[in-house]
């Protein structure tokens, strides 16, 4: 059986997936990149490719999240600050937003970076902020002033992930250059290399009441460090790489990893042994990761649409069967060269049949002949606005050919080419007949 358009997951998921504790929250139109639960458990937040950050009641996956928008491209990351009472956000559009978690209204914009920004720590009291940027360099920031302190420069690479000491005196950052750096709060001095590894680090926690720190590595690499020697405590690798998602629970006693092959694997750190290791998505990666208060469950955003909180004593891996087959991993003998570029190029921004959803761009429905930023009940880029452009064969060949930052410079539309005439030409035809509604859209499937 085939379905069309985006598919009900929940309904696919084996019985496992209902057991005491498991919940689903679904209403993104993209993965799912950041994840974080409240202090008192009680709410959540989802950053996802969609541009948009998710308020949700944790107890209640049915309700209806708060929606905070104001990103202009994918939300990398969503976190509380002390009281749960604002959060700070993170993208690939290099800001970061405070928000008013009791109406979705953006409080700041914190502008400065020149990269995208994938991790935010907050200080215990509230005050400071740190952020990673793939420009290379760490942010601090003043929550009360909401004005930058500093952007830090040191790493060769990268910024992954950031975390400050209890304390709020000690900075530590990772990057793709392979090092953990310290930095002293808050005026930013480096002062050394904590620990070095052979592939770049990804992701960064900090247990300082036990005196270390555990790093996740592209490599697939998950170490424990001593944080005054910088002697390796434990090495709990699991042997899939790579390593996207590391998280602490608020005791301390478990850490749970997330991997590239969609496995959560969790630890507990008194005895460095495996409490739980299971497939929590069969294709694609587990991209963020966060505990309850409790330490019992642990939320996951992924490459599906929604996020899970699983109960980690009762969870089963998900059988490949039992899976959607999202359009880019199907495989490409079953699909037309043109289906197949928008499958890959498109599909995971774009849908379509009549509606976005809650993707990152708008529909594709119809859209030969239609004025560029015209469609109603989607928010386009200023750049899109005052565009002169009507789409059709011309303007789309045009728009792959060079690019989005070429051909619409200021868009939402990441940087996304197709190279060979041939693809681009068999892409719009594609399009032709998909959009028209004459006949049914492909989108995301199931076989």
Not at 71 to 82: G, S
Not at 359 to 381: E, H, M, N, V
Request: net charge negative; proline share 4%.
């Amino acid at each position: 059986m085939r379905l069309f358009g985006l598919t009900l997951v929940a309904a696919l998921l084996p019985a496992l997936a209902l057991a005491d504790g498991y919940r689903r929250f679904e209403g993104h139109g993209g993965p799912i990149k950041g994840v974080s639960i409240s202090p008192d458990g009680l709410h959540a937040l989802t950053a996802s490719f969609d541009n948009s950050i998710g308020y949700w009641s944790v107890e209640d996956a049915e309700a209806d999240p708060l929606w905070l928008e104001g990103h202009e491209a994918a939300a990398n990351v969503a976190i509380f600050l002390p009281g749960a009472k604002i959060a700070l956000s993170a993208g690939d559009d290099f800001d970061l937003i405070l928000w008013s978690l009791a109406d979705g209204q953006p409080l700041a914009r914190l502008e400065g970076h020149g990269g995208k920004v994938l991790d935010l720590a907050v200080s215990a009291d509230g005050t400071l902020a740190a952020s990673a940027g793939w420009d290379g360099k760490i942010g601090l920031w003043n929550l009360e002033t909401r004005k930058r302190i500093a952007l830090l420069g040191g790493h060769r690479g990268p910024v992954q992930s950031v975390r400050f000491s209890a304390d709020d005196t000690t900075l530590y950052s990772a990057s793709s250059d392979g090092t953990i750096r310290r930095w002293s709060v808050p005026g930013g001095a480096f002062e050394r290399i904590e620990t070095s590894h052979g592939f770049g680090i990804n992701r960064l926690v900090l247990n300082d009441a036990a005196g270390w720190l555990a790093y996740g590595a592209l490599d697939g690499g998950v170490r424990i460090v001593d944080i005054e020697s910088g002697e390796e405590i434990a090495d709990v690798t699991s042997g899939r790489q790579p390593v996207l998602a590391l998280t602490l629970s608020a005791d301390g006693k478990r850490i749970a990893i997330g991997d590239g092959e969609g496995h959560i694997h969790v630890v507990d750190t008194t005895t460095w042994k495996t409490i739980k290791d299971f497939r929590a998505v069969p294709r694609g990666p587990v991209w963020a990761l966060s505990f309850d208060e409790t330490g019992q469950h642990v939320m996951a955003g992924t490459i599906l649409d929604s996020a899970d909180l699983w109960p980690i004593e009762d969870a089963v891996a998900v059988a490949e069967a039992d899976a959607p087959i999202r359009a880019f991993h199907r495989a490409p003998e079953t699909m037309t060269n043109g289906e197949r570029q928008f499958a890959r190029k498109c599909s995971i921004c774009h849908s379509l049949d009549t509606t976005s959803g809650k993707r990152a761009g708008p529909t594709l429905y119809r859209i030969f002949g239609r004025k560029a930023g015209t469609l109603d009940g989607y928010q386009y880029s200023d750049a899109l606005l005052t565009a002169r452009l009507v789409w059709d064969d011309a303007s789309l060949d045009k728009l792959f050919d060079i690019g989005p930052d070429y051909y619409t410079p200021g868009s939402k539309m990441p940087m996304q080419r197709i190279v060979k005439k041939q693809d681009r030409l068999d892409l719009i035809d594609y399009l032709k007949t998909a959009t028209s509604g004459d006949t049914p859209p492909t989108g995301e499937q199931t076989e």
